[in-house]
């Protein structure tokens, strides 16, 4: 689950970042009467699950309550593109108004699961306010990691050797330690699986303040956070995988043509693959799991045929707990409900696999059936 700038920033304070001060508006009302409350002179931001809003137009700077009123009615409500939202854009429901920070230096500073190490990863930047992945791209040199003892901890010696690599010394190398302190606390005890700040800056006042705060939370652990849920903000989430998730379907929208429907994780990733290695492009990651109905199979089909992407579909089954002739029924029902109008490949193998077969010729439908994983592919491929 992602969070927006003005929910991480509200989370980490309570364990001691320091943070602008600044409160969330949903209407141009109240974000005037928060600039009001900072004197007229604040900072417009777009709040949005993306990066680049600078560069978007969603962050603007406002010398008084006259521009400050402007740039909310501009920003509010308007559909920002940047290089993450991709064409589409996302609109603007909220916006954070914050106070003018005097700032001195900007730097950046991560933490994430270093997946090749299996160990979180401190990363930190002198290029804060910069694209983290284009630094890492194109000057590696710039990048500072330091992977954290689980038994140890991040220790005092790895955050001063990043304040000194920053030219930080005395009360800022100090800062600097307990600010990293704080990250780690966090994104342990609120199970991130990201935490970001950039920029993270250094004040005129020689003060460190996290200017931005970008979170996500790991899903498979919200269980264990409801207080967290209702933070979620389902406008910003794909409306397919928030239906899928009622169904108990693990989707993934991808941006090819041919939907796919699984079952396992591991079949749907090989699936994917060898739709690519014979020249399609996959639509959709879709497991259905291991124990799905014939109305979850019809719901999926539901999902996959939202998306006006999609061209033909590949249903991939290996019916081991999930039996061969109900997901064929399944097939069949949802094909006769919805009028499927794209070309649909079956490939079924496993318990019951006959009686399934059966089932999908005696249909009327027309259903294109695969024996090999490689005849399914190449099937729905060339059905396109």
Known sequence: MKLHEHQGKELLKKYGVSVPRGKVAFSIEEAVAAAKELSGKAVVKAQIHAGGRGKGGGVKVAKNLEEARAYTSQILGMTLITHQTGPQGKKVGRLL???????????????????????????????????????AKDHPEKILKETIDPVAGLLPLQTSRIARCFGLSGKLEADFGQFSQALYKAYLEIDASMLEINPLVVTTAEQLIALDAKITIDDNAMYRHPELESWRDLSEEDPAELEAKKFNLNYVSLDGTIGCMVNGAGLAMATMD?????????ANFLDVGGSATKETVSEAFKIILRDPKVKAILVN????????????????AAARELKIHVPLVVRLKGTNVERGREILSNSGMKIIPADGLAEAASSVVRAI
């Open 317 to 332: 089954i290996f019916g081991g707990i999930m039996k061969c002739d109900v997901v064929a029924e399944g097939i069949v």
């Open 274 to 282: 060898i739709i690519k290695l014979h020249g399609g492009s996959p």
């Open 97 to 135: 108004i914050e106070e003018v920070t005097d700032i001195s230096r900007e730097l950046y500073l991560g933490l994430t699961l270093d997946r090749s190490l299996g160990r979180l990863t401190l990363i930190a930047s002198a290029e804060g306010g910069m694209e983290i992945e284009e630094v």
